[in-house]
Nanobody, 127 residues
């Protein structure tokens, strides 16, 4: 069956970095994304990558600070987060779908278009 296993969450001071990883099994993904959800808030798109060519999309709030990448041999997707802010404390989820969307598609940032989800990893940024 399909499994997505996140790792790399934890606590960091504001301005510091963290790197999240998502190991995928049982699926060759079309798109893989990272979403986050803080208590009392909606699930929010962070970043996504199209598996076959590495095309990426980042939420405006994280552009210039976060990078998403994939390691094809390990079937892993990484999210490098730099210059983290306290308001970015949340549970970060990896998600995947077998579908590949066009670069401009709104589906890329729509959590309802992803079929498989990891258990989430907590990121806490202290000021």
């Amino acid at each position: 069956q399909v499994q997505l296993v996140e790792s790399g969450g934890g606590s960091v001071q504001a301005g510091g970095p963290l790197r999240l990883s998502c190991a995928i099994s049982g699926l060759t993904p079309g798109h893989t994304g990272w979403f986050r959800q803080a208590p009392g808030k909606e699930r929010e798109f962070v970043a996504a990558i199209r598996w076959f060519d590495g095309n990426t999309r980042l939420a405006d709030a994280v552009k210039g600070r976060f990078t998403i990448s994939r390691e094809r041999a390990k079937k892993t997707v990484n999210l490098q987060m730099n210059n983290l802010k306290p308001e970015e404390s949340a549970i970060y989820y990896c998600a995947a779908t077998s579908r590949s969307y066009n670069s401009g598609s709104a589906y890329i940032s729509d959590h309802s278009k992803y079929d498989y989800w990891g258990q989430g990893t907590q990121v806490t940024v202290s000021s």
